[in-house]
């Protein structure tokens, strides 16, 4: 399960004394020191019962327009700008009996979706109960990322991120099924920000049968290179061949063949030379799809 800090109390701090601090600091989750002095640092923020409540006020009043935005979804609310590698959000967890709940759906607050993490970040609960989890650890190196794999989830606990509990979710290790709090709950988050985690796929879970479902992880970079493939433009069919034999990301080289698969006049020979690619996940797609022209 994601990692524990036992932390005492100390003085309550401001926003801005916690930006600065972490932004000094420059949080590495790798990087055991840095990532403890940061906890603590958090710890003193959820300390603060007012900060939180006068940033959400001071938006609504549109006093601080342009300063503190909403992203990752309609519960998060980003508390400040990129310094360095981190930056800091709350998230808002709306029980069941919540309007917002209500008229929303689990699915929107991510809840009952089971899934890990393309990179770390530490989190503390600072209003209410907390959601609730049910925690599995599983070995990315040891999956492909084809949807219907077995991931080897080993089942670890369930527990909720109740006020002043701050914990490490690691990337590509934890995994998470989150359950409603009992009662309306907030959670502030330290997120480490690493350059090649686009590259690193997140996956969804099926946790009945252990397996893969679909990776979640957005990328933008599939987005263009399927577009421009499409047009039909011969400098972008050149590109997506150089990725789909050297690009480090899998799933961007899967995205060249799937992206060339749609225009090819030789469908088979295509996913054939994918199966040769020398990607176990990529190997696997293209032998599906080779097999399904066959069929």
């Known amino acids: 399960m994601p990692l524990l800090f036992d932390l005492g109390e100390d003085a309550p701090c401001s926003l801005a004394e916690a930006v600065e601090a972490l932004a000094a600091i420059d949080f590495d989750p790798r990087d055991e020191g840095a990532t403890l002095e940061a906890a603590r640092w958090l710890r003193r923020l959820s300390s603060n019962r007012e900060f939180l409540a006068d940033v959400l006020l001071d938006r609504l009043a549109g006093r601080t327009l342009g300063e503190i935005e909403s992203g990752y979804g309609p519960q998060a609310v980003v508390l400040s700008p990129l310094r360095g590698s981190m930056f800091l959000r709350a998230n808002i967890w709306p029980a069941e ?18 899934h890990d993490h393309n990179f770390s970040f530490l989190t503390t609960g600072y209003l209410g109960p907390g959601y609730r989890s049910d925690y599995f650890e599983y070995d990315y190196d040891k999956v492909r990322g084809v949807p219907g794999e077995e991931a080897g989830l080993r089942f670890i606990e369930r527990s909720a991120l109740h006020e002043g509990k701050t914990i490490l979710y690691r990337a590509h290790t934890d995994v998470h099924s989150q359950l409603p709090p009992e009662s309306l709950s907030v959670s502030l988050n330290v997120m480490h920000v690493d350059p090649a985690q686009c590259w690193h796929d997140q996956y969804g879970f099926e946790l009945e049968s252990g397996t893969i479902t679909r990776v979640l992880s957005p990328n933008a970079t599939e987005v263009f290179l399927r577009t421009a493939v499409a047009s039909g433009s011969e400098i972008a069919l050149d590109y997506a061949e150089w990725i ?27 996913w054939a030379e994918a199966e040769r690619s020398g990607s176990l996940m990529v190997s696997a797609v293209a032998k599906q799809k080779r097999q399904a022209i066959e069929a």
């Open 244 to 270: 789909g034999r050297t690009h480090p990301s899998d799933r961007l080289r899967l995205a060249s063949f799937e992206a060339r698969s749609g225009i090819s006049c030789n469908r088979h020979a295509l």
């Open 97 to 114: 009996s919540d309007l917002s709940f209500q008229n929303s759906g689990a699915k929107t607050f991510v809840y009952g979706v089971p």
